[in-house]
């Protein structure tokens, strides 16, 4: 009953910007946290951004700086700003909720499809 819409994934040149969009809907009663987490080919997937219910917002140290996580509470929606892009931020890019659903006693997460981003020349 929870649906997360992924987009802003695609091809870039080093240097370049793109912007991702996540936004959550369904059995949704309170978000816990909400962001983003990648994929490169060979490696293991590791966080980029996340942001508590709290307002803390987390990065990987190989993206402060360069890339900035927002979002729009009302919505259910969280973006990724991803400026100055390297070859090696290449990766698939999964949108990740953490939540409680109605009438739920524990917390449950949920990943999404994920969007793939590439950078190169």
Not at 68 to 85: E, F, P
Request: proline fraction near 3%; charge should be positive; charged fraction near 15%.
């Amino acid at each position: 009953q929870v649906q997360l819409v992924e987009s802003g994934g695609g091809l870039v040149q080093p240097g370049g910007s793109l912007r991702l969009s996540c936004a959550a809907s369904g059995n949704i009663f309170r978000i816990r946290s909400m962001g983003w987490y990648r994929q490169a080919p060979g490696k293991q997937r590791e966080l980029v951004a996340t942001v508590s219910s709290g307002n803390i917002t987390t990065y990987a140290d190989s993206v402060k700086g360069r890339f900035t996580l927002s979002r729009d509470n009302a919505k259910n929606t969280v973006y990724l700003q991803m400026n100055s892009l390297k070859p090696e931020d290449t990766a698939v890019y999964y949108c990740n909720v953490d939540y409680w659903a109605f009438r739920d006693s524990v917390p449950r997460n949920y990943w999404g499809q994920g969007t793939q981003v590439t950078v190169s020349s």
